[in-house]
């Protein structure tokens, strides 16, 4: 089946250091999401992107999708404590299904 | 309001007994999700409604029964459940259906215990 791959599954950094999370698929995506959970949270939606090439910004973060929309990245620039969590990328899966990759879990030291 | 709320947060129940989870949105979405949760996992597709029809089931047991009573609120009845049954179960909703087109807004959860 379609799956979407994320790495690296975790991330150690210390506070004020950059983070990059990579999502792939072996197949072209129509559009790729973004969601982050925190600890004993709930995942909440970040952004979607759609159109090939696109990068989009909040704040510390910055998110792209590559050329082909077979991949995507999450970068956070100056990690805070408020980062930490687990960030999903999530793309479409057949029958409009939400096909979430496995997540990369954040730890950010002091 | 854009929230979804979800009851109970916590539950623990024994094999051989009955529980409902809820969940309600009030932000007109027309799709509504139940997922399934393990720790360190991410979430697993359990049911979708679309416009209060059940339109996938992700092969999932029969001793979980889902159940849209109207367009904001989303049962899941729970029967003869398992140890391994034991996940944080999240609702989500959406817009539409259509599911990676749209945001998903998810509930806080019900962290589900079968002892």
């Known amino acids: 089946g379609q799956q979407v791959m994320q790495i690296p599954q975790y991330q150690h950094v210390q506070e004020g250091e950059d983070f990059t999370t990579y999502c792939n698929s072996s197949t072209t995506l129509s559009n790729i999401q973004w969601y982050k959970q925190r600890p004993g949270g709930h995942p909440v939606f970040l952004i979607q992107l759609v159109k090939s090439g696109e990068v989009k910004k909040q704040k510390r973060l910055t998110f792209q999708f590559g050329e082909a929309k077979k991949n995507s990245s999450l970068h956070i620039t100056a990690t805070q404590t408020t980062d930490v969590g687990t960030y999903f990328c999530?793309?479409?899966?057949?029958?409009?299904?939400?096909?979430f990759g496995k997540g990369t879990r954040l730890h950010i030291l002091p | 309001d854009t929230e979804v709320t979800q009851t109970p947060k916590h539950l623990v129940m024994g094999m051989t007994n009955k529980k409902s989870l809820k969940c309600e949105q009030h932000m007109g979405h027309r799709a509504m999700y139940w997922y399934k949760q393990k720790a360190k996992k991410p979430p697993e597709l359990m049911f979708v409604?679309?416009?209060?029809?059940?339109?996938i089931n992700e092969s999932v047991p029969s001793r979980f029964s889902p159940e849209c009573p109207n367009s904001s609120l989303l049962n899941l009845h729970l029967h003869a459940l398992q140890p391994e049954d034991s996940a944080l179960y999240l609702c989500a909703s959406s817009q539409a259906p259509g599911g990676p087109a749209y945001e998903q807004y998810f509930g806080p959860g019900t962290r589900l215990t079968v002892t």
């Open positions: 409604y679309s416009y209060e029809k059940l339109s």
């Open positions: 999530a793309g479409p899966g057949r029958d409009d299904k939400i096909i």
